[in-house]
T-cell receptor, first 116, second 116 residues
């Protein structure tokens, strides 16, 4: 069974500071990993994904994440936080890309607050 | 054009009623899903359909019945609504286009169901 653990349900950083949101996964097979962002009262938007290509993945809005198999981690980073980054962030794992069976298992989310 | 659209966006109804949520995607994807997000923001898959065929049916009460008239539509009908059904329901679609990196998973903006 696959699972995701997001460390820290709330993270606060100052505007301009480094953003680091932590995600560790458990999967019995090579995983596919995703980060999604959810702004208030909105749906989920894909930030980036790892699907067994390059281990350092660049996404939208200046975010990136690095897949580290030895640490079973897929932490999300951004060098300089903007006020507009305030949102809920979800890490997710899928252990298969079979048609229709590629369900995403989500972490419990991390709420990012940006301090002016 | 909205890629994955859900209606209604908000739904307030009394216990015991029957209600439906509709979802349509114009991305040409073969697979569609329903996810439930509870009050603690936890997201969990409910169903998936691939080309109108039910693939994933997680442990969801049989009061919930998905219906896919064609691969662009996946509706969710809920009978005898209970207070615990209050949540945000997200529709999503995905496409496995072959070759690493082309995996796509798009969410709708959600339907906030409140049972009173």
């Amino acid at each position: 069974a696959q699972s995701v653990t997001q460390l820290g349900s709330h993270v606060s950083v100052s505007e301009g500071a480094l953003v680091l949101l932590r995600c560790n996964y458990s999967s019995s097979v090579p995983p596919y990993l995703f980060w999604y962002v959810q702004y208030p009262n909105q749906g989920l938007q894909l930030l980036l994904k790892y699907t067994s290509a390059a281990t350092l993945v660049k996404g939208i809005n200046g975010f990136e994440a690095e897949f580290k198999k030895s640490e079973t981690s897929f932490h999300l980073t951004k060098p300089s936080a903007h006020m507009s980054d305030a949102a809920e962030y979800f890490c997710a794992v899928s252990d298969t890309l079979d048609f229709g069976n590629e369900k995403l298992t989500f972490g419990t989310g991390t709420r990012l607050t940006i301090i002016p | 054009d909205t890629a994955v659209s859900q209606t209604p966006k908000y739904l307030v109804t009394q216990m015991g009623n029957d209600k439906s949520i509709k979802c349509e995607q114009n991305l040409g994807h073969d697979t569609m899903y329903w996810y439930k997000q509870d009050s603690k923001k936890f997201l969990k898959i409910m169903f998936s359909y691939n080309n109108k065929e039910l693939i994933i049916n997680e442990t969801v009460p049989n009061r919930f019945s998905p219906k896919s008239p064609d691969k662009a539509h996946l509706n969710l009908h809920i009978n005898s609504l209970e207070l615990g059904d209050s949540a945000v329901y997200f529709c999503a679609s995905s496409d496995i286009s072959g070759g690493g990196g082309s995996y796509g998973y798009t969410f709708g903006s959600g339907t906030r169901l409140t049972v009173v």
